[in-house]
């Protein structure tokens, strides 16, 4: 006899935990005639409650410091490295090639591990003292903006999204993932990875589905500072635009071909700069007046 397979439930990570979509809703997406599984289609509600667990996670992850930030995004490399067989079977399941899956992955794992680096360091590189002609000090400083929507590239499963994750919240942003609506296996598993990697509930959360019914909720919010958006429809590209200015998110387009994709300059697309100045007490007597 014929055995039925026992399609895998793909569930939504939010807050640190793995809810079913709220809408009891799912979708099929097949790769030459192959049903990858059952997907959730998340609805709105999910959305808003990825949207407050993000921003209870960035309360945390903000204040975490930049040392232990490195540590996290290092323990996601280690486990991920541990699982790389796992992500190269579903790459391959979503079109992939052997040889192209296998080099999408290590890349992945040696990203977190560039970024895990850049941790501890980019307040360094990019954060000044100003000249200034009054008797103060003058300093300016990087802080993350807050919950960040990654829009993933449809073209890869798994290496562009996390290439977008890790600029995000190796900053100190947390952010909503929002799956390739078409290979969207890599995303859930890689949820898991993170579940067990210390990284803080609602830091990174992940939702599956449509774009085309999650995107007028996620581009009009006005609790979502930034739009990440790395796919290359233009249709699309022009809503998040114009939907932007109801609270002036700031939105990016990651270019996945950018010599800059393995550089610090991507992390400050989503920072702020904070600038403080601080009076020089004239001290009596000094010969220098200082």
């Known amino acids: 006899m014929s055995r039925i397979?026992?399609?895998?439930?793909?569930?939504?990570?939010?807050?640190?935990?793995?809810?079913?979509?709220?809408?009891?809703?799912?979708?099929?997406?097949?790769?030459?005639?192959?049903?990858?599984?059952?997907?959730?289609?998340?609805?709105?509600?999910?959305?808003?409650?990825?949207?407050?667990?993000?921003?209870?996670?960035?309360?945390?992850?903000?204040?975490?410091?930049?040392?232990?930030?490195?540590?996290?995004?290092?323990?996601?490399?280690?486990?991920?490295?541990?699982?790389?067989?796992?992500?190269?079977?579903?790459?391959?399941?979503?079109?992939?090639?052997?040889?192209?899956?296998?080099?999408?992955?290590?890349?992945?794992?040696?990203?977190?591990?560039?970024?895990?680096?850049?941790?501890?360091?980019?307040?360094?590189?990019?954060?000044?003292?100003?000249?200034?002609?009054?008797?103060?000090?003058?300093?300016?400083?990087?802080?993350?903006?807050?919950?960040?929507?990654?829009?993933a590239s449809q073209k890869t499963g798994l290496l562009d999204w996390v290439t977008a994750m890790l600029q995000v919240i190796s900053g100190g942003n947390s952010c909503i993932v929002i799956a390739p609506e078409d290979k969207p296996l890599c995303s859930i598993s890689m949820a898991e990875v993170l579940n067990t990697s210390d990284l803080p509930a609602g830091v990174v959360n992940i939702l599956t589905g449509k774009w085309e019914e999650l995107l007028p909720h996620i581009s009009t919010h006005m609790d979502v500072n930034g739009i990440y958006y790395s796919d290359e429809n233009e249709k699309i590209w022009k809503e998040i635009e114009l939907s932007a200015h109801h609270n002036v998110k700031r939105v990016h387009r990651l270019d996945a071909n950018s010599d800059e994709m393995l550089s610090p300059y991507p992390i400050m697309n989503f920072q702020e700069v904070k600038t403080t100045w601080h009076p020089i007490e004239k001290i009596s007597g000094a010969g220098s007046g200082y």
């Not at 992500?87 to 979503?94: P, R």
Request: aromatic share 12%.
């Open 5 to 151: 397979e026992v399609l895998k439930t793909y569930k939504l990570y939010i807050g640190g935990k793995f809810p079913r979509t709220e809408s009891g809703r799912y979708y099929k997406p097949e790769v030459n005639g192959k049903v990858l599984g059952n997907i959730c289609l998340s609805s709105r509600k999910d959305f808003r409650n990825a949207m407050l667990a993000a921003r209870s996670g960035f309360g945390s992850w903000k204040k975490a410091s930049a040392f232990n930030k490195s540590q996290i995004l290092y323990r996601m490399a280690e486990m991920l490295e541990g699982r790389k067989a796992q992500f190269v079977d579903e790459l391959i399941l979503q079109g992939s090639t052997q040889k192209n899956a296998i080099s999408e992955v290590e890349e992945a794992i040696d990203r977190m591990i560039y970024f895990a680096g850049w941790c501890d360091k980019f307040q360094a590189v990019f954060s000044s003292v100003n000249p200034v002609s009054s008797s103060h000090f003058n300093f300016s400083m990087n802080e993350p903006m807050g919950v960040v929507v990654i829009m």
